[in-house]
T-cell receptor, first 119, second 117 residues
Framework: AQTVTQSQPEMSVQEAETVTLSCTYD???????LFWYKQPPSRQMILVIR??????QNATENRFSVNFQKAAKSFSLKISDSQLGDAAMYFC????????????????FGTGTRLTIIP | DTAVSQTPKYLVTQMGNDKSIKCEQN?????MYWYKQDSKKFLKIMFS???????INETVPNRFSPKSPDKAHLNLHINSLELGDSAVYFC????????????????FGEGSRLTVL
C-alpha cells in the first residue's frame, strides 16, 4: 500500500518570504499522480498543484511550485512571496495512475502541515 | 454554482441516533467518494462509487451505509452513532479513472462536521 509522509506538522514564514513544505511517499508503482491540497479555516479542500509522475518537469502554478524527485520519492511544495491568505493546512496526496485501474483511484493523504504566515 | 455540495454542513446529535449526510455533484463525474477527517486532521477514504456501483469500502463499520441513487448523488447514512464518529465528512468526485481525460484530481465538497454528544 502506498504511504505519504509529511514530517513537518507546523511551519511558519514571514509574509513575502518563501517557504518549502516537505512530502515523501512510498510506492512500487511507476505511474501515479501527486497533489498538494490546501485546507484553510473554512474547511474547503482546494487543489493547489498537481504533478504527473511521468513528467520530468516540475509543475508550477503562479507562486506555487514543486520539486519532484521521483527516484527519491520526494514531492516538496515551494510557496514564494507568501501571503496572509496562504495560511492553511497543506496536504500532500498520492493517487495511483495505473490504467485501466478501477478501485485504486482514491487519494492517499499525508498528515498535513499547518502553515502560519507572520505579518 | 457549487460543484460538490453537501448537506448539512453541521450536525450535532446524541449517541445512538441515526443520521444522514447528502452529497450532490454537478460536474458530470462518474466517481464519488466519502472521506473522513478526524480531530487530528487526518483524511481517510471510506467509500467510493462509480456510476452507482460501490467500488471501495475501506473497513468501515457496518453502521455506515452509503447509497448512490444516481451518479450525481452519494449519501451517507450512519446508524447508532458513537462518540468516535465525531469528525468532518467530505464528499468528493472525480472523472472516471478509466477515462483518458481523467486528471486524477478530486473535487471536494465543503465538508459536514458531525458532533456526537
Amino acid at each position: 500500500a502506498q504511504t505519504v509522509t509529511q514530517s513537518q506538522p507546523e511551519m511558519s514564514v514571514q509574509e513575502a518570504e518563501t517557504v518549502t513544505l516537505s512530502c515523501t511517499y512510498d510506492t512500487s508503482e511507476s505511474d501515479y499522480y501527486l497533489f498538494w491540497y490546501k485546507q484553510p479555516p473554512s474547511r474547503q479542500m482546494i487543489l493547489v498543484i498537481r504533478q504527473e509522475a511521468y513528467k520530468q518537469q516540475n509543475a508550477t502554478e503562479n507562486r506555487f511550485s514543486v520539486n519532484f524527485q521521483k527516484a527519491a520519492k520526494s514531492f516538496s511544495l515551494k510557496i514564494s512571496d507568501s501571503q496572509l491568505g496562504d495560511a492553511a493546512m497543506y496536504f500532500c496526496a498520492y493517487r495511483s495512475g495505473l490504467y485501466p485501474n478501477f478501485g485504486n483511484e482514491k487519494l492517499t493523504f499525508g498528515t498535513g502541515t499547518r502553515l502560519t504566515i507572520i505579518p | 454554482d457549487t460543484a460538490v455540495s453537501q448537506t448539512p454542513k453541521y450536525l450535532v446529535t446524541q449517541m445512538g441516533n441515526d443520521k444522514s449526510i447528502k452529497c450532490e455533484q454537478n460536474l458530470g463525474h462518474d466517481t464519488m467518494y466519502w472521506y473522513k477527517q478526524d480531530s487530528k486532521k487526518f483524511l481517510k477514504i471510506m467509500f467510493s462509487y462509480n456510476n452507482k456501483e460501490l467500488i471501495i469500502n475501506e473497513t468501515v463499520p457496518n453502521r455506515f451505509s452509503p447509497k448512490s441513487p444516481d451518479k450525481a448523488h452519494l449519501n451517507l447514512h450512519i446508524n447508532s452513532l458513537e462518540l468516535g464518529d465525531s469528525a468532518v465528512y467530505f464528499c468528493a468526485s472525480s472523472q472516471d479513472p478509466r477515462s483518458f481525460a481523467n486528471t486524477g484530481e478530486l473535487f471536494f465538497g465543503e465538508g459536514s462536521r458531525l458532533t456526537v454528544l
